[in-house]
């Protein structure tokens, strides 16, 4: 039960996070915005681990998890870069879906088949992250795009490794430290990513600075409750559940920016709930 409730919690706090980041994007760009965020998180965790006084962890885990840093943040940059090529209806629910697939393969050959009641779960939830991920126009003709899915599909390739070395990183009970080592390794490969493209590291609206941290605190929190997830359970529920972020997202635009919901994105949170309770049985 307790993977279940950190898996939600995880959901909830990445997706305000994509929430906020979205607001800060509008008004400093991305990369900026997931640059400034990712230092304001690793200021912050530096603070909770030195008051915690967590010991620090072996050379395998801090590599395990600039790894994972480092391949989740090259699938957030290689989701961005094919939405700005006009492919955001398809890219988000490709990735999205891939992302959440990949830690339930390697969950189910490292730790058995779940129950049934839990693999129809993992069905809802596959089904939900995809509803909810389409924008308004939806996937439509999706054979038609297959040359436009190598972008998405290495986004959630990125996305699933980040799950599955993470939780393999965590295995032990270290939960800090790893996420230092995360973020180290993103933040490392979005500074050689903007040397490389000499891109502004200037914030020039400085009303997105509220923005920015806020997003790198709700990040933090998404990181660890989904390492908390997979310590007190097992991988693919924990990558599951943390995968229906998207929900949170839309729920957020729908509450404080008026967005509409699509027909699509209702039935996807609707399906995100009997996938809740199906894995709650």
């Known amino acids: 039960m307790l993977s279940i409730l950190f898996g939600l919690f995880a959901a909830l706090g990445w997706g305000a996070g994509d929430f906020t980041g979205g607001l800060a994007s509008r008004k400093t760009g991305a990369y900026r915005a997931v640059f400034y965020g990712e230092v304001i998180g690793i200021i912050l965790l530096l603070i909770v681990v030195f008051v915690a006084g967590e010991p620090l962890p072996n050379q395998k885990i801090w590599l395990l998890s600039m790894l994972a840093g480092a391949l989740g943040t090259v699938g957030l940059m290689f989701l961005y870069h094919s939405m700005t090529l006009g492919m955001m209806s398809l ?62 599909l290495l986004a959630g390739i990125g996305f699933g490794l980040y799950f599955v070395l993470m939780h393999e990183a965590t295995r032990t009970g270290a939960t800090i430290w790893p996420m230092v080592a995360s973020r180290s390794g993103g933040m490392i490969l979005i500074t050689v990513y903007m040397l490389i493209t000499r891109a502004s590291w200037k914030v020039e609206d400085s009303s997105a600075w509220p923005m920015i941290t806020i997003n790198g605190i709700l990040d933090i929190s998404g990181n660890l409750f989904f390492i908390l997830a997979g310590q007190s359970g097992r991988l693919d529920v924990a990558a599951v559940l943390s995968s229906l972020f998207p929900g949170a997202t839309v729920m957020l635009a729908w509450i404080f920016l008026k967005e509409r919901l699509t027909r699509n994105q209702w039935i996807g949170i609707a399906s995100a709930l009997v996938a809740i309770v199906l894995m709650t049985i």
């Open 91 to 152: 890219a988000t629910p490709v990735s999205a879906l891939l992302a959440a697939s990949l830690p339930v393969l390697v969950g189910i050959f490292k730790e058995g088949i779940p129950q049934l009641l839990t693999i129809i779960g993992f069905g809802f939830a596959l089904f939900a992250v995809w509803m909810i991920s389409q924008g308004e126009s939806g996937v439509t003709n999706i054979l038609a795009h297959l040359s436009d899915l190598k972008l998405p």
